[in-house]
């Protein structure tokens, strides 16, 4: 049986006639785990919001969405809402009480459940989900990965026949998220939930899935099993293609017959298969770390910082000196004071003992990219910032040029919140690049953002560093920081525990690198990025 039947539906917001969906028509069985993905700006929170009522948008619509064999519109507001569960992209934004034990307990009394069925579930949840320790606490004292684990545990409770979640790793570090997929995971097998996740990283979900939905321009291209789905991309050279998970990348960038392998461990095995018999010459990449500038764009001496002086220290003994130019990135789990410390170097926080010197002018993209919107257009928006006694003409062009940069221009007369999170991003990354900052503090700027569009912004940064430009960059897309990063640093427990020039950095890893790093252990000793590896195996296949 279908959970939902989607038929020939099409969706338009106002004052936009182009169709954000246009006639998509799908299937989604009871029990089936389905990953939708594609481009920033390609429908598909627009398609996900569509599955669950009170979220839907505004907007013109045509076709028919079936819940359960019924038109979605026809069932009451109870069934859509115990029925249907929805984690959004922020955990923040999904949270409404100050304990977890409420947190858990809200949904169902706002349902009319009694005491005992109430005490019941959340007691069945906190175990199922390991919140045991934590149940008493305050939400505010939760790392973000506890969040979206509660947001999801607060779901379950009232037992929904299929779960919508949009992006809800994008937040969250590698561990966090490889826990929470392990729970959604675990929910659509032994309970039989039916899951629709949208994901750009497709590296952990790809080999969890049943299917891989990818859209285009608010259509379907291709509907299929995720290996299947991953073929489809990378024969048409697909802009998707870039977010496949390394070992469909990499098995793809050498010449082989050997089957695609989808998963690290497959990856592994395809390795060990493609160079049987050989001896291997060529172990490591040769390739110079560029030398960091001897002056200093920030130096952080033994600072210490706390949002509240009954509080712990957020920041601890922190000494942190990063060069002039250059891409700096700073990962670690959630709640250890990465972005914090960007607060302290773009000077929303003083700490409370220790130096703080900063050389040049210093702009800031926070987490949340609407805190910086405030007018109803995204070109008024960018406008905004912008001197007041400037020339019109002279705004304009500035405008004009930052939005080629980050394409954006078709969305200049479009409003903020109606863009998709990738979308928003970038508008947002506009407005702060238009203040031409001599140190640029990015926190998490490619959440949201499709791999394709990565490419570019990568080279934007290269460019900004060309022109003089530091960029410091908290985050937790390992790949990202692997590829392009100069220098990298972790954070633990307030403090930097270790630092070193990119590849030197991951390669040291076990977790907080990536998986063609994982990948390749032990066979090669320094491959963290999809063209390491598939260069050293063609080095080593080739002789040369």
Same mark, same amino acid.
């Given at each position: 049986?279908?959970?939902?039947?989607?038929?020939?539906?099409?969706?338009?917001?106002?004052?936009?006639?182009?169709?954000?969906?246009?006639?998509?028509?799908?299937?989604?069985?009871?029990?089936?785990?389905?990953?939708?993905?594609?481009?920033?700006?390609?429908?598909?929170?627009?398609?996900?919001?569509?599955?669950?009522?009170?979220?839907?948008?505004?907007?013109?619509?045509?076709?028919?969405?079936?819940?359960?064999?019924?038109?979605?519109?026809?069932?009451?507001?109870?069934?859509?809402?115990?029925?249907?569960?929805?984690?959004?992209?922020?955990?923040?934004?999904?949270?409404?009480?100050?304990?977890?034990?409420?947190?858990?307990?809200?949904?169902?009394?706002?349902?009319?459940?009694?005491?005992?069925?109430?005490?019941?579930?959340?007691?069945?949840?906190?175990?199922?989900?390991?919140?045991?320790?934590?149940?008493?606490?305050?939400?505010?004292?939760?790392?973000?990965?506890?969040?979206?684990?509660?947001?999801?545990?607060?779901?379950?409770?009232?037992?929904?026949?299929?779960?919508?979640?949009?992006?809800?790793?994008?937040?969250?570090?590698?561990?966090?998220?490889?826990?929470?997929?392990?729970?959604?995971?675990?929910?659509?097998?032994?309970?039989?939930?039916?899951?629709?996740?949208?994901?750009?990283?497709?590296?952990?979900?790809?080999?969890?899935?049943?299917?891989?939905?990818?859209?285009?321009?608010?259509?379907?291209?291709?509907?299929?099993?995720?290996?299947?789905?991953?073929?489809?991309?990378?024969?048409?050279?697909?802009?998707?293609?870039?977010?496949?998970?390394?070992?469909?990348?990499?098995?793809?960038?050498?010449?082989?017959?050997?089957?695609?392998?989808?998963?690290?461990?497959?990856?592994?095995?395809?390795?060990?298969?493609?160079?049987?018999?050989?001896?291997?010459?060529?172990?490591?990449?040769?390739?110079?770390?560029?030398?960091?500038?001897?002056?200093?764009?920030?130096?952080?001496?033994?600072?210490?910082?706390?949002?509240?002086?009954?509080?712990?220290?957020?920041?601890?003994?922190?000494?942190?000196?990063?060069?002039?130019?250059?891409?700096?990135?700073?990962?670690?789990?959630?709640?250890?004071?990465?972005?914090?410390?960007?607060?302290?170097?773009?000077?929303?926080?003083?700490?409370?003992?220790?130096?703080?010197?900063?050389?040049?002018?210093? %702009?800031? &993209?926070?987490?949340? $990219?609407?805190? !910086?919107?405030?007018?109803?257009?995204? +070109?008024?928006? /960018?406008?905004? =910032? *912008?001197?007041?006694?400037?020339?019109?003409?002279?705004?304009?062009?500035?405008?004009?040029?930052?939005?080629?940069?980050?394409?954006?221009? %078709?969305? &200049?007369?479009?409003? $903020?919140?109606? !863009?998709?999170?990738?979308?928003?991003? +970038?508008?947002? /990354?506009?407005? =702060? *690049?238009?203040?031409?900052?001599?140190?640029?503090?990015?926190?998490?700027?490619?959440?949201?953002?499709?791999?394709?569009?990565?490419?570019?912004?990568?080279?934007?940064?290269?460019?900004?560093? !060309?022109?003089?430009?530091?960029?410091?960059?908290?985050?937790?897309?390992?790949?990202?920081?692997?590829?392009?990063?100069?220098?990298?640093?972790?954070?633990?427990?307030?403090?930097?525990?270790?630092?070193?020039?990119?590849?030197?950095?991951?390669?040291?890893?076990?977790?907080?690198?990536?998986?063609?790093?994982?990948?390749?252990?032990?066979?090669?000793?320094?491959?963290?990025?999809?063209?390491?590896?598939?260069?050293?195996?063609?080095?080593?296949?080739?002789?040369?």
């Amino acid at each position: 049986m279908a959970v939902f039947e989607i038929n020939h539906f099409s969706f338009s917001y106002p004052n936009h006639p182009e169709p954000v969906l246009n006639d998509i028509s799908l299937k989604i069985a009871e029990g089936e785990f389905v990953v939708l993905c594609g481009l920033s700006g390609c429908g598909k929170t627009t398609l996900l919001r569509q599955l669950k009522p009170a979220l839907t948008p505004h907007g013109e619509s045509s076709g028919a969405i079936l819940f359960c064999g019924k038109p979605l519109s026809e069932w009451d507001l109870r069934t859509q809402t115990t029925d249907i569960g929805y984690v959004m992209q922020s955990p923040e934004e999904q949270i409404v009480t100050d304990k977890v034990w409420h947190e858990l307990a809200f949904g169902l009394e706002s349902l009319g459940f009694d005491n005992r069925a109430i005490r019941l579930r959340t007691a069945e949840m906190a175990s199922f989900f390991g919140i045991e320790a934590w149940f008493d606490r305050d939400v505010s004292v939760l790392s973000g990965g506890q969040k979206q684990l509660l947001n999801l545990a607060s779901i379950m409770a009232m037992q929904p026949k299929v779960l919508l979640l949009d992006e809800p790793t994008s937040q969250l570090d590698p561990i966090a998220a490889g826990d929470f997929l392990a729970a959604v995971k675990k929910i659509n097998t032994e309970l039989g939930v039916a899951v629709v996740m949208i994901e750009q990283r497709l590296q952990e979900v790809f080999p969890i899935a049943d299917r891989a939905i990818v859209l285009d321009c608010g259509k379907v291209f291709t509907d299929a099993a995720p290996r299947e789905a991953g073929m489809a991309l990378l024969s048409v050279n697909h802009p998707m293609a870039a977010a496949l998970p390394a070992p469909v990348i990499i098995h793809r960038g050498v010449e082989n017959d050997l089957p695609c392998p989808l998963t690290v461990r497959e990856g592994r095995q395809w390795l060990n298969e493609l160079i049987k018999d050989k001896t291997i010459k060529y172990n490591a990449i040769d390739k110079a770390e560029r030398e960091p500038d001897k002056a200093e764009a920030v130096d952080l001496k033994k600072c210490y910082f706390t949002y509240n002086k009954s509080q712990p220290d957020v920041i601890k003994n922190l000494s942190l000196r990063i060069p002039k130019g250059g891409l700096y990135c700073i990962v670690g789990g959630n709640g250890t004071g990465k972005s914090t410390a960007l607060g302290i170097i773009a000077g929303i926080y003083k700490p409370y003992r220790g130096k703080v010197k900063i050389t040049g002018r210093v %702009a800031m &993209l926070p987490q949340n $990219p609407q805190s !910086l919107f405030v007018k109803s257009t995204v +070109r008024s928006d /960018l406008c905004e =910032v *912008l001197d007041e006694k400037r020339p019109s003409k002279e705004k304009e062009q500035r405008i004009q040029g930052v939005a080629e940069l980050l394409e954006i221009t %078709a969305l &200049l007369d479009r409003h $903020p919140y109606d !863009l998709s999170g990738g979308e928003q991003q +970038r508008a947002a /990354l506009g407005k =702060v *690049l238009l203040i031409q900052p001599d140190i640029l503090l990015l926190d998490e700027p490619t959440k949201g953002m499709d791999s394709f569009f990565k490419i570019t912004f990568a080279n934007i940064i290269h460019k900004l560093i !060309l022109s003089g430009v530091t960029v410091i960059m908290v985050s937790h897309d390992i790949e990202f920081c692997a590829e392009y990063a100069d220098q990298c640093s972790l954070f633990f427990n307030g403090d930097v525990v270790a630092s070193g020039p990119a590849r030197e950095f991951f390669a040291g890893n076990s977790f907080y690198t990536t998986a063609a790093n994982r990948m390749t252990r032990g066979r090669f000793t320094n491959a963290v990025t999809n063209g390491d590896v598939i260069a050293l195996c063609n080095k080593n296949r080739n002789g040369n």
